[in-house]
């Protein structure tokens, strides 16, 4: 891997007198001692019927394509139905009760495991990946299909987030992973805990937090989108290009560039058009 400038990566608690929208000050704590946080309801039952039909249109569009399941990275820049979930208000709100009330979406990454997919998601912490800082982002892995144990729902490692960043090292073929980078010896930080969702829900994780996911060996999809958001503070290290959307407040420095609300849900390319430098920073699963 190549050297990257200097990041501040560390985890930043929420402090806990915040003014809240959806989170109790017990779950505040929780997030801040466990790193995440899983099971908050945000969309109703016929919003769960309506995404779901949205990724089953998106996911057929891709296959025509010739991409696989995992290679919807960042089409928030392409689909109109990505892009009004990244801003739906509900979810927003839990947002806003980790970040504050100035924050922007700069990726996604649609996590589809088909039944019976052998590929696994290896331990790793997302802010390695990414070439941001400070580490100041939490994803919000929202459920288009429901996760359990069964059918491989993204487990954790609670705590692991106030460790650091730790060492990564590239994957081997044999160990399946739909990402590229793997840390070792995870479970020598902690028990495992699974972040079961019902379709609808969301969780909250830091991206220091460990975290992956196991091969679907059930006959039920795992459909999830895991949505990117940062403080208005946050920059690509070494500089660049940087739009995105503007969740919530205003970037005082005008750093982040407004992404408009795209026009339709078709998917035109296999590679989002994004600038260079953004691309390295938010296309985090492309190998190198």
Known sequence: MQTQPHRDLRFFPV???RA????????VRDFNARGYLAGLPVFAPDE????RAAFDDLLAQAARLGMHNYQLTNYERMCACIHDLVTAPALLDHVADI??????????HCFC???GDPKAVTWHQDATYWNLSPSKTVTAWLAIDDADVGNSAVRVIPGSHLLGPLPMRQSRDDENNALWLTTD??????????MCLRAGEISLHTDLLLHDSLPNTSTRRRCGLAIRYCTTDVRIAGGGGRSAVICRGVDPEGYWQPMPRPDGDTITATTVPVETSVSRAVDAYARP
């Open 99 to 108: 970040l504050g009330d100035a924050f922007v979406c700069w990726g996604t």
């Open 20 to 27: 809240r929208r959806r989170l109790s000050a017990q779950q």
């Open 15 to 17: 402090p806990e007198d």
């Open 185 to 194: 010896g995870a479970e020598g930080h902690g028990a495992a805990e699974s």
């Open 48 to 51: 769960v019927v309506r995404n």
């Open 113 to 115: 495991k088909m039944p």
